[in-house]
């Protein structure tokens, strides 16, 4: 027997994309990963099934050499909604730094990462459609994040140097 990929039809992208949401709530990142990837197989401008393989991404990071990193970046570059890709991206940044933060990496690369996102973030909400506040929401989380961790050594300066 050959070891070969088989490819889903079309008419069964919907049931696919349902079951990949079901492992995303199951918090089974890898199985979602591969059901996006079949389904990206047959429709590869598929805007979920690109949210749900780049969010399937970041929730593998680890904080190790080995997290996905640019994988993620450019599924989420991907996204033909700039809304979304910018609110994405910052996601992709907010989580990597997440995981360096609970892998017990370097908090200047932490504090770099969360002002990528913070960035993102705020052009994101510049451009949010009217009655989403998801990109704010983010942004607060980073903030309380930032403010509970003083090892970050967030300053006023550092935005400043950092626009």
């Known amino acids: 027997?050959?070891?070969t990929l088989k490819g889903i039809s079309?008419?069964?992208?919907?049931?696919?994309?349902?079951?990949a949401q079901l492992y995303r709530y199951?918090?089974?990142p890898s199985e979602t990963e591969s059901i996006c990837?079949?389904?990206?197989?047959v429709d590869k401008h598929h805007q979920l099934?690109?949210?749900l393989l780049g969010l399937s991404l970041t929730e593998q990071f680890t904080g190790r050499a080995t997290d996905r990193h640019r994988d993620a970046e450019r599924v989420f570059r991907r996204l033909t909604d700039p809304y979304e890709q910018l609110y994405y991206l910052?996601?992709?940044h907010e989580r990597q730094a997440k995981a360096l933060l609970e892998a017990g990496k370097s908090t200047v690369m932490v504090a770099a990462l969360l002002r990528e996102a913070l960035k993102?973030?705020?052009e994101a909400e510049k451009i949010r459609p009217v009655g989403n506040d998801e990109s704010i929401l983010r942004w607060n989380r980073c903030v309380r994040l930032i403010q509970s961790r003083p090892e970050l050594e967030w300053s006023p300066t550092d935005d400043k140097n950092h626009r």
Do not use: S, T, W, Y
Not at 10 to 19: D, R, S
């Open 26 to 28: 199951l918090n089974e």
């Open 120 to 122: 993102r973030f705020e």
């Open 49 to 51: 099934a690109i949210r």
């Open 37 to 41: 990837r079949d389904i990206l197989a």
């Open 10 to 19: 079309k008419e069964a992208i919907q049931g696919a994309i349902e079951l």
């Open 90 to 92: 910052g996601l992709l």
């Open 1 to 3: 027997m050959e070891l």
